[in-house]
């Protein structure tokens, strides 16, 4: 079965304690990227990867790294958490090509204390 | 700047009836348009796209929506809705600077609540 995975699903953390979000997909899509979604401002995107070694950033990469070190995984890496970076995060991948739909993962709730 | 809109927070609407969720967009080019629903606890699911040709497009658990192109508009419709479709629907546009594959970067709307009434 397609699907992108993202873990942990919950989390709740303190200010500072560095985290990280993994994320796998198993369509050996090329592209990966990091969404956070907020009420109201619907899903921001925050680091996107066209493929192995190849990132840059999206709209709100502030606080966050990420790496993508093989094709199929894409962590997110939260150095030093503040309260502002309360959301519920996403994980997507798609193949190459623009018409190609984007796959989402289930989510990650993350809060910080 | 590529936006796009839902300008209902919610909608609401007995089981049965027809729906309409409406978006509308603003890009620079010929926009690649999706639809998305999320469910509560749950990840986004793709329902749809618009990417070129019929102007009705068909998505999965019955959904359509139609591109109109002089409204720069793409409603997601459904004839006959059901309490199951109760959720969370986003609107989306890709980023047509990017179409060369730069990014995968969809701009999403605030999203839409149905709320279905039995």
């Known amino acids: 079965e397609a699907q992108v995975t993202q873990n ?5 953390t303190v200010t500072g304690k560095k985290l990280t979000v993994t994320c796998s997909q198993n369509m050996n899509h090329e592209y990966m990227s990091w969404y956070r979604q907020d009420p109201g ?12 070694e190849v990132t840059d950033k999206g709209d709100v990469p502030e606080g966050y790294k990420v790496s ?3 094709k199929r995984n894409f962590p997110l890496i939260l150095e030093s ?7 519920l995060y996403f994980c997507a991948s798609s193949g190459q090509g623009a018409g190609n739909t984007i796959y989402f993962g289930e989510g990650s709730w993350l809060t910080v204390v | 700047a590529q936006s796009v809109a ?7 609407v007995a089981e049965g009836n027809p ?11 010929n926009p690649y348009l999706f639809w998305y629903v999320q469910y509560p606890n749950r990840g986004l699911q793709f329902l749809l796209k618009y990417i070129t040709g019929d102007n009705l497009v068909k998505g999965s658990y019955g959904f359509e929506a139609e591109f109109n192109k002089s409204q720069t508009s793409f409603h997601l419709k459904k004839p006959s809705a059901l309490v199951s479709d109760s959720a969370l629907y ?25 709320a279905v009434q039995p």
């Open chain 1, 68 to 70: 993508r070190k093989e």
């Open chain 2, 6 to 12: 839902q300008p209902e927070d919610q909608v609401n």
């Open chain 2, 90 to 114: 986003f609107c989306a546009v890709r980023d047509p600077a990017n179409y060369g594959g730069a990014t995968n970067k969809l701009i999403f709307g605030t999203g839409t609540l149905l």
């Open chain 1, 81 to 87: 958490p503040s309260p502002n970076q309360t959301s």
């Open chain 2, 19 to 29: 729906l309409t969720v409406k978006c509308t967009y603003s890009v620079s080019g």
């Open chain 1, 8 to 12: 942990p699903r919950y989390l709740i």
């Open chain 1, 41 to 52: 401002l619907g899903l921001r995107q925050i680091y996107y990867s066209m493929n192995v």
